[in-house]
């Protein structure tokens, strides 16, 4: 069992609500979950539980693809393009709205 450590996202500036995608890359980095970059996307692909709770929003194009449940219980703003192909629950307890493209496979 990986033990999540502390995480000060209040370093990582959200731009126009939209997380950039170098800011979640050091977040993904120092919790360390697995990821990968293509195009315009990025891909998590964590080989268990993704526990993201205190992120307000994501980059746009992200698609979970872990072996596991994705926490995201603080996100209140979820981008075009996301796509949720992870292996297990997702929670969103703050969101309120769906963009119409997000997809849960």
């Known amino acids: 069992m990986r033990l999540a450590l502390p995480l000060f ?55 979970f693809e872990n072996q596991g449940n994705v926490y995201l219980n603080s996100l209140t703003t979820l981008p075009e393009n996301t796509k949720f192909e992870n292996q297990g629950n997702v929670y969103l307890d703050s969101l309120t709205t769906l963009p119409e493209n997000t997809k849960f496979e």
């Open 9 to 63: 996202i209040s370093s990582y500036i959200a731009k126009g609500n939209i997380m950039t995608q170098n800011d979640f890359i050091k977040i993904l980095k120092e919790k360390g979950y697995k990821y990968y970059k293509k195009g315009d996307g990025l891909f998590v692909t964590h080989q268990g539980f993704v526990y993201l709770n205190s992120l307000t929003t994501l980059p746009e194009n992200t698609k």
